[in-house]
């Protein structure tokens, strides 16, 4: 990892425990599983319109 990219990770996290990073990152896998579904609704809508 680069110099600039730990340091911004260290200034980025650093407020937060190990608990509510991965709390963080557990909930960040939920929310991309919630945006794939609403684009994959988007597309049936697109499909039924044409």
Excluded: C, P, W
Excluded at 3 to 20: G, I, N, V, Y
Excluded at 22 to 40: N, T
């Amino acid at each position: 990892m680069s110099e600039r990219h730990a340091k911004t990770m260290q200034l980025l996290f650093s407020k937060f425990s190990e608990a509510e990073i991965e709390q963080l990152f557990h909930l960040d896998e939920k929310l991309y599983g919630g945006m794939e579904r609403v684009e994959e609704y988007a597309r049936t809508l697109e499909t039924k319109e044409k």
